[in-house]
């Protein structure tokens, strides 16, 4: 298991110093100048300087903060609506179809309106994010409590269970594994979330760097934002998969 622990983690660095080569390759071979594609000891500068200033810091801590008030905001929503829609036909009946239509509007064409309605700050970033995970985790919901078959619902009747008892002893556990994929996935797209509200109106966080490097013709400024938004993707990705695993891994024992 060791073993194959290491040689997953050789690989990776094997493909990341492949990819290092490559952009290097690239901009070699092109003759490409520094605004169209710096080189990767460049970006590296770039990154350390924006560490050391501590400008990094507070543009990636406003995002991730935008991030995780979105997605909780979001799962929580979805959360209790995709239990409606699942034990409700009529709830399902009154309801789906205009959640099925919202999700024909781009997030990006609703973010000015929120900007408009709920001003520059926080709070329309964080109702960016909740958007644009709403229907994954509402989706996976529906699926987790509808999973749950109807032989072990009567015996929860037999058992003379309560509504709550039922809820929390068979629902939840059932809908868990569904629901935590869910949210692996709304992790990742609640980063989107945040950049596309911040591109729409914002003096701060990781979407608003990335606007200030394309005026400024800063390609390794885009590059450091970019690169940062990827990690704080994988990180939230992880935890929620790390979560995942130490609560279903105790489900088993």
Known sequence: MRRWHI?????????????????????LLGGYPPFILP???TTVERLRSLLADGS????????????????GLGTLVATFLG??????????????????????????????????????????????????VFFPILVNTVIGVR???QDLRDLMRTLEAS????????????????LLGGLKMGATLAVIGAVVGEFVASDRGLGYLLKQGQQLYDTSLVFVGIGTLV????MLYGAVALAERVVLGKREM
Do not use: D, N
């Open 7 to 27: 040689s997953r983690i050789g690989l990776a660095l094997l493909g990341f110093a492949s990819f290092l080569a490559l952009w290097q390759g690239v901009i």
């Open 39 to 41: 080189s990767p000891w």
């Open 56 to 71: 990094l810091w507070f543009h990636a801590g406003v995002t991730l903060q935008e991030v995780l008030a979105g997605l």
């Open 83 to 132: 239990y409606g829609l699942a034990r409700s036909p009529m709830v399902e009946r009154l309801l789906a179809p205009y959640i099925v239509a919202s999700q024909s509007v781009p997030v990006i064409a609703v973010a000015p309106l929120l900007v408009i309605w709920f001003g520059t700050g926080l709070l329309s970033k964080v109702l960016v994010c909740a958007l644009i």
């Open 147 to 149: 999973s749950v078959g």
């Open 163 to 178: 509504r709550w008892q039922t809820i929390w002893l068979l629902e939840v556990p059932a809908a868990l594994p569904v």
């Open 231 to 234: 990690a704080m993707a994988q």
